[in-house]
């Protein structure tokens, strides 16, 4: 069974101190391991895709990177607006579907 | 057209009630989902229809029925549900192909706010 398990649970961060997400996983064959940001109420947001590992992706103040057991999402100089929660997912070879981890509560204060 | 829509935003519903949540994408995606999000929660995945066939079923209880009229549409029939049944319902959709999957991932609806009186 797929698992995913992602750490800290919440961080608060003052504006402009750069940190870091975790997201752990274990699957049967990884198809693909995805990271979402969702506003409370809303529907989960796609940043990004990550395959094979040593591969990293980045979007304005966000940059992925996946090995082999975990991924890392990290946020430089974060911004008030890059509150949200970020979801990790992974989709493995055996079904079509996403299994998500717990999430990260991110709060960016002023 | 790269959304999913979902309708109605927010539903109040009794325990002897049949409702349905309605689900629309125009993407040309041949996988719809639904998940289930309870607060402070991950979405937990419900059901999977590939083809518009019903291809994963997460052991939901029958009081939720999923239908797949076409390629576009997905519904979610509910009927005797409980106040636990309250939350966040979200549907997705993907596209078939790694390459699309790999640079566009699912696409998710902002959700219905189901709640059960």
């Known amino acids: 069974e797929d698992q995913v398990t992602q750490s800290p649970e919440a961080l608060r961060l003052q504006e402009g101190e750069s940190s870091s997400l975790n997201c752990s996983y274990t699957v049967s064959g990884l198809r693909g391991l995805f990271w979402y940001r969702q506003d409370p109420g809303k529907g989960p947001e796609f940043l990004f895709t990550?395959?094979?590992a040593g591969e990293e992706k980045e979007k304005e103040r966000l940059k992925a990177t996946l090995t082999k057991k975990e991924s890392f999402l990290h946020i430089t100089a974060p911004k008030p607006e890059d509150s949200a929660t970020y979801l990790c997912?992974?989709?493995?070879?055996?079904?079509?579907?996403?299994?998500f981890g717990g999430g990260t509560r991110v709060l960016v204060k002023p | 057209d790269t959304e999913v829509t979902q309708t109605p935003k927010h539903l109040v519903m009794g325990m002897t009630n049949k409702k349905s949540l309605k689900c629309e994408q125009h993407m040309g995606h041949r996988a719809m989902y639904w998940y289930k999000q309870k607060a402070k929660k991950p979405p937990e995945l419900m059901f999977v229809y590939s083809y518009e066939k019903l291809s994963i079923n997460e052991s939901v209880p029958s009081r939720f029925s999923p239908e797949c009229p076409n390629s576009s549409l997905l519904n979610l029939h509910l009927h005797a549900l409980q106040p636990e049944d309250s939350a966040l319902y979200l549907c997705a959709s993907s596209p078939r192909g790694t390459e699309l999957t790999y640079n566009y991932g699912y696409t998710f609806g902002s959700g219905t706010r189901l709640t059960v009186v």
């Open positions: 997912a992974v989709q493995s070879a055996a079904g079509n579907k996403l299994t």
């Open positions: 990550l395959y094979s």
